[in-house]
């Protein structure tokens, strides 16, 4: 799987997703994901897979258990297992639902 086709699978699920952050505000549920980290596993001086860690980002208004559900099913869908993360942001009253992902060979 490449970015971009992790891009497409999650727009999909329906809600409005951007790289990083949103330029104009967007009224909840919405999706960011943006890349965290490699973690390659390397041999002999050369990188043999690449291991591409992401963070997808789900906020919403409410504790919003269906659509959570949404973005865990399609992260099964496409053989992506996760970590899955929760915080309330005070400022912007929102909740935010971090999945970590890896993305092999992408």
């Known amino acids: 799987m490449t970015q971009v086709e992790l891009f497409q699978a999650l727009k999909s699920v ?6 990083g952050s949103f330029t104009d505000p967007v009224t909840p549920p919405f999706i960011t994901y943006q890349f965290v980290n490699s973690n390659d596993l390397i041999a002999d001086n050369t990188n043999y897979v690449s291991i591409e860690n992401f963070q997808v980002e789900l906020y919403t208004a409410k504790k919003d258990l269906t659509t959570e559900q949404k973005i865990q099913d399609k992260l099964k869908e496409l053989g992506l297992p996760y970590r899955k993360f929760e915080a309330y942001i005070d400022e912007e009253k929102l909740y935010q639902i971090v999945y ?3 993305i092999l060979g992408g």
């Open 14 to 19: 329906g809600y409005p997703i951007a790289y």
């Open 100 to 102: 970590e992902i890896q």
